[in-house]
């Protein structure tokens, strides 16, 4: 009956609505989905510092490919090439620690890539290393401009029914910078058992 944030246009919202095509190496999106910077979601039910600051389920408005596909018998590939053209008013960040809670602001022409190989060791043990990449632009009209560029490095091991993770995102913003983002590096690392 409430805003999840004070930002939000109200309390509905969309959180993703797209258009998909499956393709033999992946699936094509249109329409509001999240950015794939580092690790998506650490599966835990009330998120981490990356969802409280605007990393994680982070949904924009623009297309995009994503798939994994097998190389060879215990080597797959995760790859990901998004772009959006503007920002959706809603993510999970507290207001005043990203853009998306200032009214004038908004981001433009953002992208990003992520590539991911994952080894399979047997049926209980896999490996997946992950380098992420975004660049986009926040928009203001009142305030200055940023340009903001996103590199994440990411780990998940998985041996039977433990997963571990650990990820490492850094953020840069250049340009004048007087209000949300700035410059951070975030660090995260959990393990499940399933």
Request: hydrophobic share 35%; proline share 5%; no cysteine.
């Amino acid at each position: 009956t409430t805003k999840l944030r004070s930002f939000f246009p109200g309390n509905t919202w969309l959180q993703q609505g797209y258009v998909r095509y499956r393709t033999e190496y992946g699936e094509f999106k249109a329409g509001s989905f999240y950015r794939r910077v580092g690790l998506e979601w650490d599966d835990s039910f009330f998120g981490n510092i990356e969802y409280f600051d605007g990393f994680m389920l982070d949904p924009e408005f623009g297309v995009g490919f994503e798939g994994l596909h097998n190389v060879s018998g215990r080597l797959d590939a995760e790859y990901s090439l998004q772009y959006f053209s503007s920002s959706s008013p809603i993510n999970g960040s507290l207001p005043g620690r990203d853009f998306v809670s200032q009214p004038d602001a908004r981001a433009k022409n953002d992208v990003t890539m992520r590539f991911a190989p994952v080894w399979h060791f047997n049926k209980w043990a896999s490996l997946n290393v992950g380098g992420s990449f975004a660049q986009g632009t926040i928009e203001r009209d009142a305030s200055p401009h940023n340009l903001r560029r996103q590199l994440a490095a990411d780990a998940t091991l998985q041996l039977g029914p433990v997963l571990t993770y650990g990820e490492v995102l850094r953020q840069t913003v250049n340009g004048h910078v007087v209000l949300p983002p700035q410059d951070a590096t975030y660090t995260l690392t959990g393990i499940r058992w399933a």
